[in-house]
């Protein structure tokens, strides 16, 4: 079943254009990743869904029920933002408890889910804590517990983890996919980094300026890019673009793994090296051709230095193609 239908939705503040023709279905149990730069919209899309925010046009369907006009507690959708506020004042279990006493819930039933919830997320032994006790990996958690523990149809949840550190983020990523699993809930999850769209969505919108530029599944969007800016946007680099070899009004794409270092393939081009990063089990070489940049990722560091000069491959088969005007693909 669709759970939330997007239809041409449209968003200005005064003159601006911030959203422009947003289309997005999301399916019941679905977990999906709005990625794109920051300023591109997400947020404002995500304040529209919950009803923060007024559309200028469009329609927002819950459910095949159209709630343009429903107030945001009506919606039945739950929040979660980067920056968890949770009440200072209250003991963890008040905070967890407090959507609930909200609703009038009998006390017996939100003994319960406090408890359940808390199980489920490891915070079990700090309920009697008050927020500035515990640490921001701790918090994240009372503040995802507090947004799912009313069950809500949909979690809209909002760069919930850039503000924890690497390791905790990797961390909080797996527990929130397990938590997804566990609950068989609908979440639209917005970030600006490119790695969580690709390992935590099953379906990835991009976003850009306002416009979805390509919804597809993590392998549609890295393999398929429909256009220069999801080809450059996706990838740790991005592809690679080499502009007027061939074709002047072609550009040729290539991902960083896909040139080979003093090899012999379909093309070669000679390359000077600018800098050598080390990624633990991989290198990135970061090299330069009339005056182009480009990066190769390799396995083996090769003994090579700083401005050597290299030969570089191209896996012919690994190439697409993009007009230079429009940025779009050309279909081979
Ligand atoms: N209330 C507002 N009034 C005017 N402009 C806004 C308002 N909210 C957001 N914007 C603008 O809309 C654009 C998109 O913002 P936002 O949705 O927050 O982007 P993102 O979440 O992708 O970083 C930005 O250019 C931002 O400055
Ligand atoms: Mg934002």
């Given at each position: 079943m669709t759970k939330l239908q997007i239809k041409n939705l449209t968003k200005n503040f005064d003159d601006t254009k911030?959203?422009?023709?947003i289309n997005l279905n999301i399916e019941e149990g679905e977990f999906v990743v709005l990625v794109g730069p920051s300023g591109s919209g997400k947020s404002t899309i995500l304040r529209i869904i919950a009803g923060l925010e007024i559309p200028t046009s469009g329609e927002i369907f819950l459910n095949n029920k159209?709630?343009?006009?429903?107030?945001p507690k009506d919606r039945d959708i739950a929040m979660v933002f980067?920056?968890?506020?949770?009440?200072?004042?209250?003991s963890i279990f008040d905070n967890l408890a407090f959507p609930l006493k909200m609703r009038n819930i009998d006390k017996k039933t939100i003994n319960q889910s406090v408890n359940d919830i808390s199980s489920m997320l490891g915070i079990?032994?700090?309920?009697?804590?008050?927020?500035?006790?515990?640490?921001g990996g701790e918090r994240q958690r009372v503040a995802l517990g507090r947004a799912i523990i009313r069950k809500p149809q949909l979690f809209l949840m909002d760069?919930?983890?850039?503000?924890?550190d690497a390791k905790l983020r990797t961390q909080m990523r797996a527990e929130l996919l397990k938590l997804h699993k566990t609950l068989s809930s609908t979440v639209i999850y917005v970030t600006h980094d490119q790695i969580e769209a690709l390992t935590m969505g099953n379906k990835i919108a991009i976003l850009n300026h306002g416009e979805i530029q390509q919804i597809g599944t993590p392998g549609d969007i890295y393999n398929?890019?429909?256009n220069t800016f999801v080809a450059g946007f996706i990838?740790?680099?991005?592809m690679n673009f080499f502009k007027g070899?061939?074709?002047?009004k072609a550009i040729l794409g290539i991902r960083p793994e896909h040139l080979l270092i003093n090899q012999e393939k379909d093309i070669t081009f000679t390359a000077s090296i600018d800098l050598i990063e080390m990624l633990g089990n991989e290198f990135l070489i970061y090299a330069k051709t009339c005056d182009q940049s480009f990066a190769v990722k390799t396995n083996?560091?090769?003994n090579l230095k700083r401005n050597d000069q290299i030969k570089v491959a191209i896996d012919l088969s690994k190439v697409l193609f993009f007009d230079e005007s429009t940025g779009k693909r050309i279909p081979l």
């Amino acid at each position: 079943m669709t759970k939330l239908q997007i239809k041409n939705l449209t968003k200005n503040f005064d003159d601006t254009k911030i959203l422009e023709d947003i289309n997005l279905n999301i399916e019941e149990g679905e977990f999906v990743v709005l990625v794109g730069p920051s300023g591109s919209g997400k947020s404002t899309i995500l304040r529209i869904i919950a009803g923060l925010e007024i559309p200028t046009s469009g329609e927002i369907f819950l459910n095949n029920k159209l709630i343009n006009d429903f107030k945001p507690k009506d919606r039945d959708i739950a929040m979660v933002f980067q920056n968890y506020a949770l009440y200072p004042h209250m003991s963890i279990f008040d905070n967890l408890a407090f959507p609930l006493k909200m609703r009038n819930i009998d006390k017996k039933t939100i003994n319960q889910s406090v408890n359940d919830i808390s199980s489920m997320l490891g915070i079990k032994h700090y309920l009697a804590k008050k927020p500035k006790e515990l640490s921001g990996g701790e918090r994240q958690r009372v503040a995802l517990g507090r947004a799912i523990i009313r069950k809500p149809q949909l979690f809209l949840m909002d760069e919930p983890l850039s503000n924890l550190d690497a390791k905790l983020r990797t961390q909080m990523r797996a527990e929130l996919l397990k938590l997804h699993k566990t609950l068989s809930s609908t979440v639209i999850y917005v970030t600006h980094d490119q790695i969580e769209a690709l390992t935590m969505g099953n379906k990835i919108a991009i976003l850009n300026h306002g416009e979805i530029q390509q919804i597809g599944t993590p392998g549609d969007i890295y393999n398929n890019p429909v256009n220069t800016f999801v080809a450059g946007f996706i990838g740790n680099p991005g592809m690679n673009f080499f502009k007027g070899l061939a074709d002047k009004k072609a550009i040729l794409g290539i991902r960083p793994e896909h040139l080979l270092i003093n090899q012999e393939k379909d093309i070669t081009f000679t390359a000077s090296i600018d800098l050598i990063e080390m990624l633990g089990n991989e290198f990135l070489i970061y090299a330069k051709t009339c005056d182009q940049s480009f990066a190769v990722k390799t396995n083996d560091r090769l003994n090579l230095k700083r401005n050597d000069q290299i030969k570089v491959a191209i896996d012919l088969s690994k190439v697409l193609f993009f007009d230079e005007s429009t940025g779009k693909r050309i279909p081979l």
